[in-house]
């Protein structure tokens, strides 16, 4: 035996100050030290894909339940920084009144040191359609044609 520590399945809850202790007839020793166990971030599992309708409020899970030292959280809209919302001390991204240009897909990047994770979330955004020219008049000013057709055009967006 060589009086040596070993930690099998080290994980981060292995952090922590350590003292080895030697004693004999002759008198006692220590010496001590500190071990720093680092982790990948790893996200929590969450949902991945959203249907909603324009101006409603979400919030777009980001938990990362490991990673030591604590990584950054940092989210993209189709692979461009998004800096619209509002990233909570949790990781969770919350857009207040989403828009048309928010469909997509977001990315969340949880990165440390170690390593990084990422988390892909799918947004639909439903929006109420809009018909072109809504409000104009159209006056017919020959009443003596008989079955006359007009077509009034009704495109939308």
Do not use: M
């Amino acid at each position: 035996n060589d009086f040596t520590l070993r930690i099998h399945k080290v994980s981060t809850v292995h952090s922590g100050a350590y003292t080895c202790t030697a004693k004999n007839d002759a008198g006692e020793t220590q010496r001590s030290t500190f071990v720093n166990v680092y982790s990948v971030p790893q996200i929590e599992p969450a949902q991945t894909s959203f249907n909603l309708v324009q101006g409603d409020t979400v919030t777009l899970d980001c938990r990362v339940d490991q990673g030591e030292p604590k990584p950054t959280i940092k989210w993209y809209l189709n692979n461009e920084e998004f800096k619209d919302g509002v990233i909570e001390d949790d990781g969770s991204l919350v857009i207040d009144g989403v828009e048309e240009h928010h469909r997509g897909q977001f990315k969340c990047v949880a990165e440390n040191d170690v390593g990084k994770d990422e988390r892909i979330i799918s947004l639909t955004v439903h929006t109420a359609p809009i018909i072109e020219g809504s409000g104009t008049v159209c006056d017919i000013k020959n009443f003596q044609i008989q079955n006359l057709d007009k077509n009034y055009g009704c495109k939308s967006k």
